[in-house]
């Protein structure tokens, strides 16, 4: 027996896992009893500061603000990990991890090079944390910029990461800011150790059981958003889109949900957004003039004809 194309193709799956991309490394965490976000924040960052990061990353800042209790699920965010494979540029990196291949300069600084130079084959990058933020009023990008990247003369990394183009931000907008500044502890070391490895060794048909489990709880988010429990509505919906899990049809049914749980928190960026995401996956879809407010219909008019 010929054991050369074996071994060959045992090498190839070898390296192919080598360059695939790790799990993210955000993780999650179980509120307990006596957990504040400053300790928290603590525990895995060392900076009681950086509970500005769990705040914005759980939506806790919608409606006033929103407090923390026993048993709820809150998301730690932590930088991903790379392997640079032969032939990949920041641009193709950037649109693979970040978003968008014109995020390269974000995603080469991040990792002590120039976007128009090549990334050694190989390496292990970093992978900047996308933090949503919801734009507060009176906000400017400088205030962004210096609340979560510590300088205010960032301002321009926000405007380019976001395609603002110079365009000013209005309250309500979101913002992707990416975080490459996340320094853990060793509990933070070892609590992202655990999601990482928990992530990489789901079998499969992991994602089938998820699909599952979803729908079987999407009628609870369409509850939630019935009964005035926008909040509840707001984190249940975003931990479901989190998943990446979903199928087409139900990011439509989550989306079309969210629209409503925003408008009626006076989030319209956010609405807008979920309405966009909505009619993306069901463009003929239309709202009810009779049965749905006049403020969902302004955050997400029916699409134009085409002409």
């Not at 896992?17 to 999650?28: D, E, H, I, Y």
């Not at 048993?71 to 540029?89: C, H, I, N, S």
Request: glycine content about 6%; charged content about 20%.
């Amino acid at each position: 027996m010929n054991l050369k194309p074996l071994l060959l193709s045992l090498f190839l799956a070898a390296a192919s896992l080598c360059v695939a991309p790790r799990p993210a490394s955000a993780f999650t965490h179980v509120v307990l009893t006596g957990d504040t976000l400053a300790s928290i924040a603590e525990r895995y960052y060392g900076k009681i500061q950086y509970e500005r990061i769990l705040v914005a990353a759980n939506l806790l800042d919608l409606e006033g603000g929103s407090s923390i209790v026993r048993g709820m699920l809150l998301e730690v965010p932590a930088v991903g990990y790379r392997r640079v494979a032969r032939g990949e540029t920041w641009e193709s990196l950037a649109a693979e991890t970040l978003g968008l291949p014109q995020r390269s300069d974000v995603l080469a600084l991040a990792n002590d090079s120039m976007p128009w130079l090549f990334p050694e084959e190989g390496a292990e990058i970093v992978v900047p944390y996308n933090l949503r933020v919801v734009v507060r009023p009176n906000e400017t990008l400088i205030a962004i910029a210096l609340r979560f990247l510590g300088d205010m003369n960032k301002a321009w990394i926000l405007d380019r990461y976001n395609n603002l183009k110079g365009r000013g931000i209005e309250p309500g907008m979101v913002l992707l800011v990416p975080l490459s500044n996340l320094p853990l502890t060793d509990a933070g070391k070892r609590a992202a150790a655990r999601a990482a490895e928990s992530v990489f060794s789901e079998s499969l048909g992991a994602t089938l059981k998820a699909q599952r489990k979803i729908a079987q709880e999407i009628p609870l988010l369409i509850a939630d958003v019935r009964s005035g429990r926008y909040v509840d509505a707001v984190a249940r919906g975003s931990r479901f889109i989190a998943s990446n899990a979903l199928t087409e049809q139900q990011l439509a049914r989550v989306y079309r949900e969210l629209v409503e749980a925003y408008v009626a928190l006076d989030a319209v960026g956010l609405a807008r957004s979920a309405c966009d995401e909505w009619r993306k996956r069901e463009p003929l879809a239309v709202l009810n003039p009779v049965h749905t407010s006049p403020k969902i219909l302004r955050a997400c008019p029916a699409p134009k004809p085409e002409k």
